[in-house]
């Protein structure tokens, strides 16, 4: 019975050529595959910024939940400020701090309940959702 297996002459020179200068050729493969997936990827996370922008939410919902967005960033800061201020042994101004960040705290939950007043109906049990800049993953805003 025959080789089922390919014993081409001119297969093996090129394998033996290519051994030693250790040219494989995988990395283009992998390069190629690679590519690829970046592509499929873009892809996806353009097709959920589209659909999130054909969602039907107004200029002023869109500044509400940025402005609720940008309070709960200044809360995180702000904490860590007091945790650090407060690792010193500067107790006080830690404690300063987070009079600052119970206010803000206020101000958030004052913004977030003018945007539930502001969505429609129809959308009140759906979240906020952005697209993530590197899976295309739906994130909540809040």
């Known amino acids: 019975p025959e080789c089922p297996k390919v014993h081409s002459l001119t ?3 090129e394998y033996e050529s290519a051994s030693q200068k250790r040219d494989y050729h995988f990395e283009e493969e992998v390069l190629e595959f690679l590519g690829s997936f970046l592509r499929d990827n873009e892809r996806k996370i353009e097709g959920n910024k589209k659909r999130l922008e054909l969602t039907d939410e107004t200029p002023e919902m869109e ?3 940025q402005e609720i967005h940008e309070l ?5 800061e702000k904490v860590a ?3 650090a201020l407060g690792a010193e042994g500067k ?6 701090v987070m009079s ?3 206010e803000i705290k206020a101000k958030k939950k004052a913004a ?6 502001i969505i ?14 590197v899976c295309g993953a739906f994130l909540s805003m809040y």
Do not use: F, N, W
């Open 120 to 133: 429609p109906r129809h959308t009140v049990q759906q979240q906020k959702l952005r697209a993530c800049e």
């Open 100 to 102: 600052e960040v119970e």
């Open 112 to 117: 977030e309940d003018e945007y539930h007043a």
């Open 72 to 76: 709960a960033v200044q809360i995180g």
């Open 91 to 96: 107790v006080d101004e830690s404690l300063a």
């Open 11 to 13: 297969m093996r020179e």
């Open 63 to 65: 500044t509400k939940a």
């Open 81 to 83: 400020k007091a945790e």
